[in-house]
């Protein structure tokens, strides 16, 4: 990864580890126009679209914290797990361990950011009306009982 990618990176994992309200505007600086940022709820194409997805997130969370606990960066492409944790309107307290998938311009500005984690275990198996059935699915598929 040479010098430009690198400090790309660290602006942007500085980004969401101080992710706030008034953080955003620093989103023009750090990612190219046609950004596209996805996560299991989103699939935001340019620069307002991933601004009004994470303000979305921003305005559902209390306590919202990222840190990021590895990178393993490459010329094409940089992988990083974090925690996110956070108190989620009608879902209540989360911590996720998540990764991930960021491609970066020549430049070192961000133009794609695609996170996975389990949405399942996280947000759908705790929703009251959806939770119970997707826990019989869940017990009757599985191997071993849920922890």
């Not at 990021?68 to 361990?97: K, N, S, Y």
């Not at 020549?106 to 996975?116: F, L, M, T, Y």
Request: net charge neutral; proline share 5%.
């Amino acid at each position: 990864m040479d010098d430009a990618k690198s400090a790309g990176l660290d602006a942007w994992v500085a980004f969401f580890e101080t992710l706030s309200h008034g953080t955003l505007d620093r989103l023009t600086g750090l990612t190219v126009p046609e950004v596209r940022f996805r996560d299991p709820f989103n699939d935001a194409h340019g620069r307002d679209a991933v601004r009004a997805a994470l303000l979305h997130t921003l305005n559902g969370c209390r306590d919202l914290r990222f840190t990021v606990t590895h990178r393993l960066p490459a010329d094409d492409l940089a992988i990083l797990r974090w925690r996110f944790e956070a108190t989620v309107t009608g879902i209540g307290r989360m911590d996720v361990i998540g990764t991930s998938e960021v491609r970066q311009a020549p430049d070192g500005r961000v133009a794609e950011h695609i996170d996975h984690w389990d949405s399942g275990e996280h947000v759908y198996l705790r929703l009251p009306v959806l939770g119970a059935p997707l826990r019989l699915i869940r017990r009757r598929l599985g191997a071993a009982p849920p922890r």
